[in-house]
């Protein structure tokens, strides 16, 4: 079966476009149990990721409405270390929840965009074809994507100097 191999690329875009706020592996689960359920109305003329991607981004978006109250649970956020960059495995755990925060505090749009494009670096014209949507405006909501993530990154004291450069994809 071709969904097979579509599980890790769905695991991590549960836990990119979940950020903190939702079970990724929960959100996964559920993708691929409507993937199976629902691949006999699969069309093969359209690209099998952005199939899944659409139905990762629904199930996402159920599971984040359903997870709100986890925004009310004192201490969830996680203050960075003044000290530079994460050097060990605590270190980059806690980097990795703080940006997987940050991921989340965007808006969908910004997040798909960015997940897709920079984080997984798929082409611009790829990402278009997954999301349904003109090249140009992938490269535009990657920028401001890219504007917002730095923004919020800064606001939580996190220096991303070089990490959010603008890629030369073609």
């Given at each position: 079966?071709?969904?097979?191999?579509?599980?890790?690329?769905v695991a991590g875009w549960c836990a990119r476009l979940g950020g903190g706020h939702i079970d990724a592996d929960a959100a996964a689960s559920d993708v691929l149990e409507v993937l199976v359920?629902?691949?006999?109305?699969?069309?093969?003329?359209?690209?099998?990721?952005?199939?899944?991607?659409?139905?990762?981004?629904?199930?996402?978006?159920?599971?984040?409405?359903?997870?709100?109250?986890?925004?009310?649970?004192?201490?969830?956020?996680?203050?960075?270390?003044?000290?530079?960059?994460?050097?060990?495995?605590?270190?980059?755990?806690?980097?990795?929840?703080?940006?997987?925060?940050?991921?989340?505090?965007?808006?969908?749009?910004?997040?798909?965009?960015?997940?897709?494009?920079?984080?997984?670096?798929?082409?611009?014209?790829?990402?278009?074809?997954?999301?349904?949507?003109?090249?140009?405006?992938?490269?535009?909501?990657?920028?401001?994507?890219?504007?917002?993530?730095?923004?919020?990154?800064?606001?939580?004291?996190?220096?991303?100097?070089?990490?959010?450069?603008?890629?030369?994809?073609?």
């Amino acid at each position: 079966m071709r969904l097979i191999r579509l599980v890790p690329l769905v695991a991590g875009w549960c836990a990119r476009l979940g950020g903190g706020h939702i079970d990724a592996d929960a959100a996964a689960s559920d993708v691929l149990e409507v993937l199976v359920r629902r691949y006999d109305a699969y069309d093969p003329a359209r690209s099998l990721e952005g199939w899944a991607w659409g139905i990762t981004v629904r199930v996402v978006r159920d599971h984040r409405r359903a997870g709100w109250w986890r925004r009310w649970i004192p201490g969830a956020t996680i203050e960075p270390r003044a000290s530079g960059s994460a050097s060990g495995p605590a270190e980059q755990a806690e980097l990795t929840a703080l940006v997987q925060a940050i991921l989340g505090s965007l808006s969908e749009l910004h997040r798909e965009v960015l997940v897709l494009h920079d984080l997984e670096e798929r082409p611009a014209l790829e990402v278009a074809e997954i999301l349904g949507i003109p090249e140009g405006t992938v490269r535009s909501r990657a920028r401001l994507a890219r504007a917002a993530f730095k923004a919020e990154a800064e606001r939580r004291g996190l220096s991303l100097s070089n990490i959010l450069e603008e890629p030369n994809d073609g």
